[in-house]
């Protein structure tokens, strides 16, 4: 008896990675992340207008990494 009432804490831990990206080209959301962690790089590909690259990727990067990676090289011209 005289349990005290426990405050329920719900530690809810959503890690919200989405998978699928805005292409910096066609403007669809249509840009799939492959990661290759064996070779600490990540082949990225829009699956509307075919734009893709393989980013190097640092241990531990997740797809959006690989994502940013490659909207900079988009627009500095390396991939087009
Ligand atoms: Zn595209």
């Not at 405050?7 to 290759?36: A, D, E, H, L, T």
């Not at 699956?47 to 900079?72: I, R």
Request: charged share 30%.
């Amino acid at each position: 008896m005289g349990r005290r009432k426990r405050r329920k804490i719900v530690k809810k831990v959503v890690r919200k990675i989405p998978k699928i990206f805005i292409c910096p080209k066609c403007g669809k959301q249509s840009v799939f992340v492959n990661i290759n962690k064996e070779e600490n790089n990540a082949y990225v590909r829009c699956g509307s207008c075919e734009l893709n690259a393989t980013v190097e990727l640092y241990l531990g990067g997740e797809p959006v990494d690989a994502y940013n990676l490659f909207v900079d090289k988009y627009y500095s011209g390396i991939i087009k």
